[in-house]
């Protein structure tokens, strides 16, 4: 206990400090800091960290799972086919099912119901921007953030740069930042990972509103104005509000045509229709806005989870809290390789199976937490992205062998003719939901949509390298790469 009061004391300590204070805390306890950037949230809520790894019944249950499909593919892969058919297409239905809930949701380009708060009653905002080795961008999104439209006697832009990282904390400096920009140098220690960068913010911030923006990001100028609306027309419930997610360089080539369709899925339809649906919301990355207090109240971010934002989008429902959207744009710039785009997809199944871990160690807890719906939402959303990943090419492989290999009998055929019918229907129903939410989102060419199930083959890849990393590394943070691009 006596750890977790020191922590909670920093915490307090820091918060209630002015911006030059806070620096001088900063240089005098750095090392305390940074274990309370790290291990803080672990301490306080040591049921709902990632750095305490599976539960031993996890273990057991994930032994016996693989050594199951692994006897069931070897000896009976007939049934195994039509099993691991039942699986993916089940998913696929469940994001049908969604992207419908999202279509219903609000019509796009509605103008927002929320009323306008005047800027005498604006409340104070904090942003956050967690930078590392981003000097060749990072000077875009500082002189977009001196654009923003809201009034800068009430905004407080933090830019979190690691210490051993000079060339960022130049180009922040190059880009003629506005007063209210302040650099904020991180004190060293492990890991170095995004979440434990940002908690650092949240223990300097100064706002009653929060939010995080990526260096690359271009928000809509008037992003702010409309959280502070929807936050100001909502009761103390609604914790957070996730703006949407958009691409710049959607037209660059087939990869990023193909992430295009994919954020507006996620982004224009899956998230509204979680909302819709009243169901638990996984958040993105970046562009998610708090409650300064509630976010603390949370606990933060765990330092120890790879997609910390996902994590907390599922804390925010078993604690209480709701996550809403808002049709706000921030535009980001999709990768265009295929190196760094399986990297990046690499951490973000990885920290999907480790959120699921997490919130599925003790099972009666879960359930209590999430309720049937909620669960279903950790088991059919957050858990079956990397599972299904994992399973496509096993599918795959049997799929080919029941069809024209030694497989095949004809006393099989009752599972095999409805196992590839239904794996048409689930290649066409992802067609039809990423078209639809292509078509809605504006980008040009949805036909595209097309070739939506061919990086299902990337994302196997991922899989299987998250699965991997799982064992050996699971707190390790790969780094994407991004290349700066015209403002």
């Known amino acids: 206990m006596g750890s977790v009061r020191a922590g909670m004391d920093v915490i307090e300590e820091l918060a209630g400090c002015g911006p030059e204070a806070q620096d001088r805390f900063l240089a005098k306890r750095s090392s305390v800091v940074a274990d309370v950037m790290a291990n803080g949230f672990t301490r306080r809520h040591p049921d709902l960290a990632a750095k305490p790894g599976f539960a031993r019944w996890q273990l057991v249950a994930l032994a016996v799972a693989v050594t199951a499909v692994a006897v069931v593919v070897v000896f009976v892969p007939l049934v195994a086919l039509a099993l691991l058919t039942v699986v993916v297409t089940a998913y696929s239905l469940l994001h049908a099912v969604i992207a419908v809930a999202g279509l219903l949701h609000r019509r796009p380009g509605a103008a927002a119901a929320d009323p306008p708060v005047p800027d005498t009653q604006l409340p104070s905002y904090t942003v956050l921007v967690p930078a590392y080795q981003e000097s060749e961008v990072i000077g875009g999104l500082v002189r977009h953030l001196a654009e923003l ?3 800068p006697d009430r905004l407080e832009v933090l830019i979190l740069v690691e210490r051993h990282d000079p060339d960022t904390r130049r180009a922040v400096l190059a880009a003629d930042p506005p007063p209210f920009v302040r650099i904020v140098q991180l004190p060293s220690g492990p890991p170095q990972t995004k979440p434990r960068s940002v908690n650092l913010g949240l223990m300097l911030a100064r706002g009653e509103l929060l939010v995080i923006f990526d260096a690359e990001d271009r928000p809509d100028p008037a ?31 087939w990869l990023t045509r193909q992430f295009a369709m994919e954020y507006a899925l996620r982004f224009g339809l899956a998230l509204p229709g979680l909302e819709r649906l009243r169901l638990p919301i996984p958040l993105g990355g970046t562009s998610n806005h708090f409650r300064t207090d509630t976010l603390r109240a949370l606990g933060g971010w765990d330092a120890w989870n790879v997609t910390e934002d996902a994590d907390l989008g599922m804390r925010c429902a078993a604690m209480g809290y709701r996550t809403e959207t808002i049709e706000s744009v921030t535009w980001e710039e999709a990768l265009d390789t295929v190196a760094p785009y399986v990297r990046q997809r690499t951490r973000w199944l990885k920290g999907f199976l480790v959120t699921t871990m ?34 496509q090419p096993v599918l795959s492989a049997l799929t080919v062998l029941a069809l024209t290999g030694p497989v095949w009998s004809s006393t099989g055929a009752g599972l095999v003719v409805p196992a590839v019918a239904a794996q048409g229907v689930s290649i066409t129903v992802w067609i039809a939901i990423t078209f639809v939410a292509a078509q809605r989102a504006g980008l040009a060419a949805p036909w595209h949509a097309l070739f939506s199930p061919f990086v299902t083959v990337l994302w196997s890849v991922a899989a299987w390298r998250a699965a991997h990393q799982l064992v050996v590394s699971p707190f ?6 991004q290349r700066p691009s015209t403002d």
């Open 149 to 151: 439209d809201y009034p």
């Open 223 to 253: 992003q702010l104005r409309r959280v502070a609306a929807r936050f100001a027309a909502r009761d103390g419930r609604t914790a957070c509000v996730q703006a949407q997610l958009l691409f710049r360089n959607a037209a660059g080539n």
């Open 358 to 391: 997490v919130h599925t160690r003790h099972p009666c807890r879960t359930l209590r937490r999430f309720g049937a719906s909620g669960t279903l939402v950790l088991l059919g959303v957050v858990a079956a992205a990397p599972v299904t990943a994992l399973l």
């Open 476 to 481: 390790s943070w790969e780094k994407t790469p």
